[in-house]
């Protein structure tokens, strides 16, 4: 580990244990969208603060070199399109779009409720994806003077 | 049936674009390309069956006041033609001008953003989505206006971004009282419950001709006009000065003063008095400036300032000759821009003093633009004179002779920055000599198309036409409570 | 009453910074908080008096109390994702700005005029 960027010993310590119950959170918060507050949007900013959290405490090319950049790049635009095709197959199925084609199942069960749960994930993933890209780009510009457009 | 597939398309297209696209722009190019084409096909065929009637598409398969509906009549489908057939040309333009500036895929991804905003706003039926589809369009509008990285790009998008921001929040102070005194979002009940109660109407009324006002670019709210304008790229130029300011501004203005409101006399009466200063000070603004696109920028507040007035005037004649003039206005305004572009990508500069005569190096160039002046002077047989005129003889006709004056003044000082544009930036007194100028093929394809356009469009105001495409606009404009009855059958 | 007001004084606040204030920054808050103040308003707009939260839970009955509007929530949701994106994209406009003028002074960055 090296002492010369980021925060001081203490923070890295508790930021290796603690980021994990933060990627929890987050998901948990989107997985229950339809049972409690939260859903799809909020869950997505918890996970993209925890990759801020690692980006604050240990620089950005540790970051960098942690999780793959260039496939959660793509995985944004992916994850629009799919919420896209999920609509499409509901003009295919049940003739409007984004009209609800899964079971509804039971009241109160985690899988119930047909369509939401999963345009909750998708978008969870689209917002986690879409902020943290911004904030890696804002932070990666400041340091190389004359970046790119 | 095809509504949601005028979002779908150029939805999907900017999440491919940004998918498949890795350093090179070739699959970016071709995946709007055919995009483009495709909305633009399908907006001509729903213009052409849309007739009299109204469409009306319940998203997710609820009811009507329980979910977002769609509804297309036949003055949206006249802005969706309008819409497609300026991005189309607007595209062709754009293929060699950003190679030559700087190529990206990220500019194509953009403009697909701006044409689904633009899209959803004119299709939408519900006042929350609304706003949603103009921040979609505003946003890739601020981008693409700083897509040149140039120091005063900047200064103009954040001015822009700004402007933008504040009417964003007076319209969802508007929305939340709209809401408060009637409990729904959809635009044709909002139009059922709300005669009741006149305080709500002159409040919100008041929020939204601020916040919509500073869209379309009305005189007090124009200030972010001239400088987003003349510093973007050429073909973003045009399709916010062609496209946007009206789809945003003058579609939105309509639609919710007409249609939900009932067109209050007041409001009519501040329409046309806000139409009259924009016509007369942004034309002697015009007069005085030396940059070619700051002219035309605003040239432009001049010119929505005249279908502002014809809006205002009310009646079925001046109804007509406004939306005939957001046609016009589309074509010979990103015609023009496609001139200036030109001019500036040749000769790199865009100061009127430093142009000469251009005849030789560009003739299409040239011939385009005097085609262009001729039709936004008002010369017959250009398409510009009738629109001009109608609007005229209508406030002439209504007993408003003080504004029929303002408004033939306002044509002669067109004609005067104009000619001073085509003495000084196209027939100057040095002839301008350069070697090997290369101009795309698509550049010159659009001006032609749109100069084409310019002459062909007049032949929409002879009766036997005019009762097919221009008449069933009108009419869904000033039959102002039908539209609830066409929307809910009821 | 008294809370529509402070309300409305909110969104003075944020107009007032947007108008006098001549740091980037500074303008960039001011536009968040006009924000802030549209959002509390649509929520303010769906109290009503004595009601629960808009949420059914297993083993609980609602009664005859009536629950808040739930629609409003879901357009300030909305409202503050979009709030976001425009807050990130004038961050990222002043960084460029600041790169090519070297300063944040509003005062100072006027190329473009007339």
């Known amino acids: 580990m090296n002492q010369e960027r980021g925060l001081t010993l203490i923070a890295k310590t508790v930021t290796r244990i603690s980021v994990w119950l933060i990627i929890l959170y987050g998901i948990y918060i989107i997985l229950h969208g339809h049972l409690s507050p939260g859903g799809g949007f909020a869950g997505g900013v918890v996970i993209a603060l925890a990759f801020l959290n690692v980006m604050l405490t240990f620089g950005h090319e540790t970051v960098t070199r942690w999780l793959n950049i260039d496939f959660l790049h793509d995985l944004e635009p992916a994850s629009g399109a799919m919420y896209l095709a999920v609509g499409i197959l509901g003009i295919a199925i049940s003739g409007s779009f984004l009209a609800n084609f899964l079971s509804k199942g039971t009241l109160f069960n985690l899988v119930s409720s047909g369509n939401i749960l999963v345009l909750n994930i998708i978008i969870g993933i689209k917002v986690a994806m879409g902020l943290f890209t911004v904030v890696w780009t804002l932070a990666v510009f400041r340091l190389y003077e004359g970046g790119e457009e | 049936m095809i509504l949601p597939f005028f979002i779908i398309i150029p939805l999907l297209a900017a999440f491919l674009i940004a998918m498949i696209s890795g350093n090179r722009d070739y699959w970016a190019i071709i995946v709007s390309v055919l995009t483009m084409i495709s909305l633009a096909v399908l907006a001509l065929f729903n213009f052409g069956t849309i007739g009299g009637k109204t469409i009306v598409y319940e998203m997710g398969a609820w009811k009507i006041p329980y979910t977002i509906c769609l509804t297309v009549d036949a003055f949206s489908a006249f802005m969706l033609v309008i819409i497609s057939v300026i991005g189309l040309t607007s595209l062709m333009f754009s293929i060699y001008y950003i190679k030559h500036r700087s190529p990206s895929w990220k500019y194509y991804a953009l403009f697909m953003l701006l044409i689904t905003g633009m899209n959803g706003v004119v299709v939408t039926g519900d006042l929350f989505n609304l706003f949603v589809f103009m921040e979609i369009a505003l946003f890739a509008a601020y981008a693409l206006v700083s897509y040149g990285s140039h120091a005063e790009e900047f200064e103009a998008a954040f001015k822009y971004a700004i402007m933008g921001s504040i009417s964003s929040t007076l319209v969802l102070v508007g929305i939340a009282v709209i809401y408060s005194a009637t409990s729904t979002l959809t635009m044709a009940i909002i139009a059922e419950r709300l005669p009741q109660n006149l305080k709500v109407m002159y409040w919100s009324g008041g929020l939204f001709l601020a916040a919509f006002g500073l869209k379309a670019a009305i005189m007090p709210f124009h200030a972010w006009l001239p400088d987003a304008h003349s510093s973007a790229p050429a073909p973003i130029s045009s399709m916010l000065s062609g496209v946007l300011i009206k789809a945003l501004g003058i579609y939105v203005l309509i639609r919710l003063f007409y249609n939900v409101y009932g067109a209050p006399p007041i409001f009519l009466t501040i329409f046309m008095v806000l139409g009259s200063i924009s016509i007369i000070v942004a034309s002697f603004l015009a007069i005085g400036q030396w940059d070619f696109k700051r002219l035309l920028a605003y040239s432009s507040i001049s010119q929505v300032g005249f279908i502002l007035l014809g809006i205002g005037i009310g009646t079925p004649l001046a109804i007509f000759g406004a939306v005939f003039h957001i046609l016009n206005h589309a074509i010979f305004k990103s015609l023009l821009f496609y001139n200036a572009g030109t001019v500036e990508m040749v000769l790199g500069t865009r100061d009127l003093r430093k142009m000469g005569n251009l005849t030789h190096i560009l003739p299409y160039t040239t011939t385009t633009s005097m085609i262009a002046t001729l039709s936004v002077a008002g010369i017959p047989p250009f398409s510009g004179f009738f629109s001009k005129l109608i609007i005229i003889i209508a406030a002439i006709a209504a007993g408003y002779p003080v504004y029929g004056g303002i408004a033939i003044v306002g044509s002669l000082l067109t004609l005067v920055y104009f000619m001073k544009v085509q003495r000084y930036g196209f027939h100057g007194e040095k002839i301008i000599e350069m070697e090997d100028i290369k101009i795309g093929w698509g550049m010159r394809a659009a001006m032609i198309v749109l100069a084409v356009l310019c002459l062909a469009t007049s032949i929409l105001i002879i009766p036997g036409i005019k009762e097919f495409t221009l008449d069933p606009v009108v009419d869904a404009i000033i039959n102002k409570t039908g539209y609830i009855t066409r929307v809910l059958g009821r | ?114």
């Open chain 3, 1 to 114: 009453m008294t809370v529509y007001l402070l309300c409305f004084a909110l969104l003075l606040v944020g107009i007032y910074g947007l108008l006098v204030k001549r740091d980037l920054i500074r303008i960039i808050i001011a536009s968040g908080i006009m924000g802030y103040a549209a959002n509390l308003m649509l929520i303010l707009f769906a109290y009503r008096r004595g009601g629960l939260y808009p949420i059914l839970e297993k083993g609980k009955t609602v009664g005859a109390r009536v629950m808040v509007d739930p629609l409003p929530q879901a357009l300030v949701l909305t409202s503050i994702v979009i709030e976001l994106g425009i807050t990130a994209m004038l961050v990222a406009l002043a960084i460029r700005l600041f790169e090519k003028n070297k300063t944040f002074d509003i005062t100072k960055i006027k190329r473009l005029s007339g």
